[in-house]
């Protein structure tokens, strides 16, 4: 059942990756590794990457809630460093619990983050390209 507002969770395909929604609320429950998963879909990567995830302080912790798959309590996390989406992370099963809008940030934060270090990338092989033709000339 759904931790938010105890409605039913269906299994359903999303991005290649099954994942269950919760029929009443559409919030999502996801294993660690759908979550991964779901992150080199987002990245078009193949290869594993961390999931940054630090604990919330005191004063921005919501409500608890009972993981679905295990039902000991989850606790509130930032997903990766100054995103500022706060999830729902089970430490028993590492199951994580998204409300309805933060798997679509935690996609577009991803796109984000690719597209930083795509334009990190870029900015490096021309000023490598810059210092070549530089050390040519001497």
Not at 43 to 56: C, N, Y
Not at 110 to 122: G, I
Request: hydrophobic share 30%; net charge positive; with cysteine.
């Amino acid at each position: 059942t759904c931790a938010s507002c105890h409605g039913i969770m269906s299994e359903i395909m999303q991005d290649n990756i099954k994942i269950d929604r919760c029929n009443t609320c559409k919030s999502t429950f996801l294993d660690f590794m759908e979550l991964k998963a779901m992150i080199l879909w987002v990245q078009k990567s193949k290869s594993f990457t961390q999931i940054p995830i630090k604990k919330v302080s005191e004063r921005h912790k919501g409500t608890i809630y009972a993981c679905p798959k295990c039902k000991n309590s989850m606790s509130e996390r930032e997903y990766n460093y100054g995103s500022k989406i706060h999830i729902d992370l089970c430490k028993h099963c590492w199951g994580v619990y998204l409300d309805k809008s933060e798997l679509k940030q935690i996609k577009n934060h991803e796109k984000k983050v690719l597209k930083r270090q795509q334009e990190r990338n870029e900015r490096k092989r021309k000023e490598h390209d810059i210092y070549l033709k530089l050390r040519n000339k001497l």
